[in-house]
């Protein structure tokens, strides 16, 4: 969807022509020039109507006399003081959600700051543009029949602001956000046959031209350097593993960077401790951590982030050929600790531990956060509204907390505790990687803390729960791929890590 800004004297010419109400239906100056315009449609529309200026409530006028628009949408936005970044992206896509119904390809967005309102003009009409611009996603490249169905879409965005300037201004940052999320979402989205490792570090590479510097270590560098925790993973999989850096460096020279690291299983089988088919299903989204590193990357480069930001992710497929890693197999990982597999499906902390040890020891990084679908207890604990958090600093964790709170990205706190470093002891080797039957995501978090050096200030983010969809869809995120992780990140990054 192409979104674009003027000041208020360009003239509504074709498609819908969207203005909006406050609670009690008080209807903001443009509405009340669309009503003038139409001859009074409006407002004898709103008679007949429920419509109370609600947030996210829509009235149609179609085909109103008088003008060449298709229809007058008025949207709610509830209480002017309740107004806040959040609900009006949420009150964006609810726009763009009717309007693709109606197969509309065209509409103005004419939305005035109503009194009592705590944002600013500019900043609401940037973050109404960023809400549909969230909703316009589609992941339509493997359907070939029934197309115009699917290509009938909101093509145009027109924004009137009274400061068309400072809206553009402010929608700049918030458009390179949607651009890391569309590409986290594409690439969970993507079928695993087709996003393998080497192609997805393939993808990443093309990310160069955005100012990213990137690398890929193939197997043999890896093996080289000591990965055996990650190669371990792959090496029942026909599919080359590949570890994947970017640096992104718009801070000062020699600054420390903050460094995200990320899960990259493009497909998990379980590996030979195989999962039964229901459980497989899906598992193609178990490089969603990657993802969100790889979306958030993108998004800083193209923001031009004043910030030095480096992200790891591990590639690998879980499969369970011959070559296959055996429950009861020792691995030395990249640190030198030895890990004990008794379970070849708790195969994303092997991933990670040896994605964490890189990055620490190349960059000694300010902050490390990594992000995985790494256990199906979070989606037991936490459901589909939170991530789990796990850190050894508490700072961190309540800066996570903020930024999620403001993006509408949540997380949880679970702990970390000496006391279940016990659950993961291994009878032969430094520890093992699996726990007991309980506290599934803290043996996980506790398991990835043995590869965290003396120093470091960590947080883990286990988002199996939200990485993907299978039930409801949230009207920002039309996808099975949510890009959950790019606008958290972003927003942590923005608030404390820029200068
Ligand atoms: N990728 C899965 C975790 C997962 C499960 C993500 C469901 C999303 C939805 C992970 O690799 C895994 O298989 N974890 C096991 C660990 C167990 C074997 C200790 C799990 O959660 O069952
Ligand atoms: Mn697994
Ligand atoms: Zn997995």
């Known amino acids: 969807m192409h979104i674009s800004f003027a000041a208020p004297a360009a003239k509504i010419q074709a498609g819908s022509w969207v203005v909006a109400a406050s609670e009690g239906s008080v209807l903001l100056p443009a509405a009340l020039k669309a009503d003038k315009a139409s001859g009074g449609a409006l ?16 009235l149609e006028v179609l085909a109103p006399a008088g003008l060449s628009v298709s229809r007058i949408v008025l949207v709610g936005l509830g209480k002017p003081g309740a107004l806040d970044e959040k609900g009006l992206e949420t009150i964006g896509a609810q ?34 543009a960023f809400g549909a611009k969230l909703r316009s996603y589609t992941f339509e490249k493997y359907r070939t029949r029934n197309l115009d169905e699917y290509k009938k879409r909101l093509g145009e965005l027109l924004v009137i602001a009274p400061d068309a300037a400072a809206a553009r201004r402010a929608y700049a940052g918030l458009d390179a956000v949607a651009n890391g999320i569309f590409l986290a979402r594409d690439l969970v989205n993507e079928p695993p046959n087709v996003l393998f490792p080497a192609e997805f570090a393939k993808r990443v590479k093309a990310l160069s031209k955005f100012g990213l ?56 089988s379980g590996g030979l401790s195989l999962k039964p088919g229901a459980a497989m299903m899906g598992m193609k989204g178990d490089m969603g951590g990657a993802a969100a590193v790889t979306g958030t990357m993108l998004a800083l480069a193209t923001r031009k982030a004043k910030v030095n930001a480096v992200g790891v992710i591990g590639l690998v497929e879980n499969m369970p050929d011959g070559g296959a890693i055996r429950p009861d197999d020792v691995l030395t990982s990249l640190s030198g600790q030895t890990i004990e597999v008794l379970n070849t499906d ?34 037991q604990a936490l459901g589909y509204e939170h991530a789990g958090v796990f850190s050894n600093d508490e700072k961190l964790v309540q800066r996570l907390r903020d930024a999620g709170v403001h993006t509408g990205e949540r997380v949880w706190q679970l702990p970390l505790d000496p006391c ?29 803390l043995r590869f965290i050096e003396d120093g470091t200030v960590w947080a883990h983010l286990d988002i199996a729960g939200v990485a993907w969809q299978d039930h409801e869809h949230r009207v920002q995120i039309p996808s099975w791929g949510t890009g959950w992780g790019v606008r958290l990140l972003n927003r942590l990054v923005k608030e404390n890590y820029e200068n």
């Open 213 to 268: 510097k990137v690398e890929v270590l193939g197997e043999a560098e890896m093996k080289r350097q000591g990965f055996g925790a990650l190669l371990g993973v792959g090496q029942g999989s026909v599919r080359e593993s590949q570890l994947v850096v970017m640096q992104w460096n718009g801070g000062k020279k020699k600054a420390a960077p903050v460094a995200l690291v990320g899960k990259g299983v493009c497909f998990d």
């Open 95 to 128: 726009i763009v959600a009717r309007l693709h119904t109606l197969g509309e390809t065209t509409a103005t967005l004419e939305v005035d700051a109503p009194k009592g309102s705590k944002v600013k003009a500019g900043e609401i009409a940037a973050h109404l």
């Open 346 to 379: 708790a195969e994303g902390r092997l991933v990670l531990a040896d994605c964490l040890t890189y990055t620490q020891r190349r960059f000694k990084p300010k902050c490390v956060v990594d992000l995985a679908t790494l256990t199906g207890a979070i989606v």
């Open 43 to 58: 407002l004898r529309g709103l008679k007949v109507s429920r419509f109370t200026g609600k947030s996210g409530q829509l």
């Open 420 to 448: 279940y470093d016990k659950m993961i002891r291994s009878k032969i080797a430094d520890v093992k990687n699996i726990g007991g039957a309980n506290s599934g995501s803290i043996t996980a978090a506790q398991f990835l």
